[in-house]
């Protein structure tokens, strides 16, 4: 796990949003994500995936997850989940199931 925290760059933080970036693939390029994670505590709701448009190389991405907060370990697992996504595509992918909260 060392290792996915040195190759992500956090560029801003607070208890509810993580931005961060890290090099991966998407659509078969290679490609910058732009993570934007966001917590969407417990107001319910969808989480999602927000795979917006490409910009040279850099790929944006909303996340919401129904957590009370987000830290380190959701980032890790955040990145982790769109490294492993099989089908996604540019735009909004809703999903239900409740997250493990965060304390």
Not at 1 to 6: G, K, R, S
Not at 73 to 96: A, D, Q, W
Request: glycine residues 10%.
């Amino acid at each position: 796990m060392p290792e996915l925290v040195a190759t992500c760059q956090v560029l801003s933080q607070t208890p509810q949003c993580i931005r961060f970036q890290f090099d991966g693939r998407f659509a078969g390029r290679p490609v910058v994500w732009d993570v934007t994670l966001l917590a969407l505590g417990r107001q319910g709701g969808e989480q999602y995936l927000e795979v917006g448009a490409a910009r040279q190389g850099i790929q944006p991405i909303r996340v919401g997850l129904l957590l009370d907060r987000v830290d380190q370990s959701c980032m890790l697992k955040t990145r982790v989940m769109i490294e492993n996504y099989k089908n996604l595509r540019p735009g909004r992918h809703e999903f239900s199931g409740p997250a493990k909260r965060s304390r």
